[in-house]
């Protein structure tokens, strides 16, 4: 977990914050870098029961989640995750608090995360260019058409309820809903990066 205290801290306040970060996750890791947080705790409880229990010994302000991991190289990158998604996070008003690293995904490719744009495309748009059909162009058009189910309709000369039928079935498939406006921009921002790369494989 990833965010900032309450203000910059004594050496005997900072003393106390790690113990109470060790009170609330046995054995948990706390490094504080200025104002910067991070926590690395292991836990075999389940991760909203960690997260829940920490969240309070972090000031105002986003508090950014990693996923899990079980090896130091997957910790490592976990870790990172968090860092960028804390750089990130205000670039997303409404995001929860605390909020996952994956879920800022778009906000962590605006600051040069690669890391988030290759997991974005292989996660948000890989999936649904494999999926064949007309899913892939369907997704496309009613983004291309500002997310008008209309639009898309005319331009695609098919119904709009088939145009609904098709996003339903990529929201089953990705678990994003193209309707919600959040989940359309993850969307927008996964197309935007699978088209360059996809031209910038054409041009090899």
């Known amino acids: 977990m990833v965010g900032r205290t309450e203000g910059p801290l004594g050496e005997v306040q900072s003393a106390e914050l790690r113990r109470t970060i060790r ?8 490094g504080i870098h200025g104002e910067d947080l991070v926590v690395i705790a292991r836990s075999d409880s389940a991760l909203d029961e960690v997260t829940k229990a920490l969240l309070p010994t972090f000031g105002s302000g986003p508090v950014v989640v990693g996923p ?6 997957e910790v490592a990158r976990s870790t990172r995750a968090a860092i960028n998604g804390a750089s990130a ?10 909020v996952n690293a994956d879920d800022l995904l778009p906000e962590r490719v605006l600051i040069g995360d690669s890391s988030a744009a290759e997991r974005l495309i292989a996660v948000a748009y890989d999936p649904i260019a494999s999926a064949g059909g007309s899913l892939k162009e369907t997704v496309a058009t009613f983004l291309d058409c500002g997310r008008s189910l209309e639009l898309a309709s005319r331009t695609m000369f098919v ?13 089953d498939l990705t678990g994003w809903d193209v309707l919600s406006t959040r ?5 927008e921002t996964a197309f935007a990066l699978g088209r360059l790369r996809d031209a910038a494989a054409l041009s090899l």
């Open 23 to 30: 009170r609330a996750a046995h054995g948990a890791l706390a």
């Open 89 to 98: 996070a205000p670039a997303w008003a409404l995001a929860p608090r605390p």
């Open 68 to 73: 899990p991991a079980i090896t130091l190289v």
């Open 159 to 171: 119904h709009a309820n088939t145009v609904r039928y098709r996003l339903r079935k990529v929201a």
């Open 183 to 187: 989940d359309a921009h993850v969307l």
